[in-house]
Nanobody
Framework: QVQLEESGGGLVRAGDSLRLSCAASGRTFSGNNMGWFRQAPGKEREFVGTISSSGVTAIYADSVRGRFIISKDNAKNTVNLQMNSLKPEDTAVYYC?????????????????WGKGTLVIVSS
């Protein structure tokens, strides 16, 4: 029953950095693996990255590996997405997700909770 709320989206220029945050409520956060997904205009939702409940293991989509970093703080009930070297193709609504299964399950979208999303627009 984790509830999620993203923040930090906005309008930036190509090459800029942006940090998204996801605040969680509920008593199952620490045991959940967390993920970030995004949906661009006219396209389906796609996987961005996931991090284990302990915060020691992470998986990234090829399109963002080396540019984006996921971090998690169980004590503060937050998960973050640091986005560097942003490109126009990164423009999308970014969603936070939580799941009790393995991180590979989260990667596949098998999650229990979704946030409402935060919009990121990267101009040329």
């Amino acid at each position: 029953q984790v509830q999620l709320e993203e923040s930090g989206g906005g309008l930036v220029r190509a090459g800029d950095s942006l940090r998204l945050s996801c605040a969680a409520s509920g008593r199952t956060f620490s045991g959940n693996n967390m993920g970030w997904f995004r949906q661009a205009p006219g396209k389906e939702r796609e996987f961005v990255g996931t991090i284990s409940s302990s915060g020691v293991t992470a998986i990234y989509a090829d399109s963002v590996r080396g540019r984006f970093i996921i971090s998690k703080d169980n004590a503060k009930n937050t998960v973050n997405l640091q986005m560097n070297s942003l490109k126009p193709e990164d423009t999308a609504v970014y969603y936070c997700a939580a799941g009790g299964g393995a991180i590979i399950s989260v990667q596949r979208g098998l999650v229990d909770s979704w946030g409402k999303g935060t919009l990121v627009i990267v101009s040329s």
